[in-house]
């Protein structure tokens, strides 16, 4: 495989995101490493070990341990947990927004008082 996956935003992650993400054990991971599906990387974040994998060779192992169907459920259940996120951030900036917005018109309605 060429070495500019792993180089690639969101081309590789961690076997903990790959847990979390298609429900898979550490055992299954092993296992797909042990039999060649799996490449990984030795990786580590403020001294914590992890293995760093490429995601299109899990979506292929999730593809064929569970089937086309649980794949795309989770591929969409994480983006729905995505947009929910990014949902709630923006209502959370809206809501800080129309609070300075009413400052800002009371503000503007006490100059014209004066």
Request: hydrophobic share 25%.
């Amino acid at each position: 495989m060429n070495d500019s996956v792993w180089t690639i935003k969101g081309g590789t992650f961690s076997d903990k995101s790959a847990r979390k993400e298609f429900e898979l054990t550490q055992d299954e991971i092993f296992e797909a490493i042990n039999e060649g599906k799996l490449q990984y990387r030795h990786n580590h974040i403020h001294g914590n070990p992890y293995l760093r994998l490429v995601r299109s060779e899990v979506e292929k192992l999730v593809c064929e341990k569970y089937g086309t169907d649980y794949l795309e459920k989770k591929k969409d259940t994480q983006e729905l947990k995505l947009i929910n996120k990014e949902l709630r951030r923006l209502k959370s900036e809206m809501k800080s927004f129309e609070q300075r917005k009413t400052e800002l018109l009371s503000k503007i309605s006490e100059y014209k008082n004066q």
